[in-house]
C-alpha cells in the first residue's frame, strides 16, 4: 500500500461495507465494475498518483520499448486489488483464482512452512502482498509456524483499521512497524525462525535517504535504491530465503514464487542484486501491478 496513495484517499467505512455487501452478493465482476465508477468520478482529482504513475509508465516505456497502458489503468488495477483485498481479508475471495506460476518454489516454499523450518520472505509493492498473507495463513493448518510481517504501519493505519472492522483479525497478531525494528526485536525474530517462523518483509523500500543504509542497482534502466538492512537480516538468519508477488492478471492472479538462497548461507549484496533482477523481470510482465507510488529512481 502507499502513503501517497492513501493520503488523497478517505477510507469510509461505509464505501467498504458497501463494496463487501456487493462482492458477496453479486461477485466480483460486479464489484469491479462499481470501483471503475468510483475511480473514474474521483480520478482528476488524485494528481500526486497519477504524476507517480507517469512517471513510472515512462521509465517502463523506455526500458522495454513497448507503449504502456494509460493511467487510469494503472490506478485500476490499484483500485482493484483493494477490493480483492478487502475481499480475501472478510473471506469472499475465491482462493481458485490464484494461479499457481511457479509450482516447484511454491511447494518447496510450503513445505519448508508446514515442517516448521523458519524462512525469510521478501515481498516488494508490485502486485497485493496482503492476499499473500491470507494465502500462506491457510496453509498453516494447525502448525506452529508464525507469520511474522514487517511494514510501514504509518503509510496504512487508517486502511488496516478498517480491515481489522471487517475480518482478518487472526492475521493482525504478528504485524510489526519496520520503524520498530532494532537489535532486541531482531533477536526475538531469529528465536522465532528456529522455531519455524516466516518472517516477511518489503525488499523495495527505503526507509533512510543516507546512501550507506541502501544498495543502489540499475532498475528498468536507472539507478534505484534497496534497503540494506532488509537484506543483511535476511543473510544473518541462515534461513533459507525466498520471494513472492502476487501479480493481479484479468481478475486472476498468478503466484510467483523464487528462491534466492535455498541455505541461508549467502552475502546480503548479491541476495539484493538477485532480487532487483526479479522484480525488474515481474515488473517488466506486469507494470499495472507496480504500487510504489513514489520515486522509486535515484
Not at 33 to 51: E, G, M, N, T
Not at 56 to 73: D, H, I, L, M, N
Request: charged fraction near 20%; glycine fraction near 8%.
Amino acid at each position: 500500500m502507499c502513503a501517497r496513495v492513501n493520503s488523497e484517499t478517505h477510507v469510509s467505512g461505509v464505501g467498504i461495507r458497501l463494496l463487501l455487501w456487493v462482492y458477496r452478493h453479486c461477485g466480483q465482476r460486479v464489484c469491479r465494475f462499481l470501483v471503475a465508477c468510483v475511480l473514474a468520478f474521483s480520478y482528476p482529482f488524485l494528481r500526486k498518483a497519477r504524476v507517480a504513475s507517469a512517471r513510472f509508465r515512462r521509465q517502463w516505456s523506455e526500458f522495454t520499448g513497448r507503449k504502456s497502458r494509460g493511467g487510469f489503468t494503472h490506478l485500476r488495477t490499484f483500485a482493484y486489488t483493494l477490493a480483492d483485498r478487502l475481499a480475501c481479508r472478510a473471506g469472499l475471495f475465491d482462493m481458485e483464482r490464484v494461479r499457481v506460476c511457479t509450482p516447484a518454489a511454491y511447494e518447496e516454499l510450503t513445505r519448508l512452512y508446514r515442517q516448521g523450518c523458519g524462512v525469510f520472505c521478501i515481498t516488494s509493492h508490485l502486485g497485493c502482498f496482503d492476499m499473500l498473507r491470507v494465502l500462506f495463513d491457510c496453509t498453516r493448518q494447525d502448525m506452529p509456524g508464525e507469520i511474522h510481517v514487517f511494514m510501514d504501519t504509518t503509510a496504512t493505519q487508517a486502511f488496516a483499521r478498517q480491515q481489522l472492522r471487517f475480518g482478518g483479525r487472526g492475521l493482525e497478531t504478528f504485524v510489526h512497524a519496520v520503524q520498530d525494528l532494532g537489535p532486541g526485536l531482531s533477536m526475538q525474530m531469529a528465536q522465532k525462525v528456529e522455531q519455524g517462523a516466516m518472517v516477511v518483509m518489503a525488499g523495495d523500500r527505503i526507509w533512510r535517504d543516507d546512501k550507506k543504509a541502501n544498495y543502489v542497482f540499475p532498475f528498468l534502466g536507472r539507478d534505484a535504491c534497496f534497503p540494506r538492512g532488509c537484506f543483511r537480516w535476511a543473510a544473518s538468519l541462515g534461513c533459507p530465503v525466498y520471494s513472492f508477488c502476487l501479480a493481479e492478471n484479468g481478475g486472476l492472479y498468478d503466484l510467483h514464487v523464487e528462491c534466492l538462497s535455498p541455505e541461508g548461507e549467502e552475502k546480503a549484496e548479491p541476495l539484493a542484486r538477485r532480487f532487483a533482477h526479479l522484480l525488474q523481470t515481474l515488473c517488466s510482465t506486469y507494470p499495472s501491478n507496480w504500487f510504489n507510488f513514489y520515486n522509486f529512481w535515484i
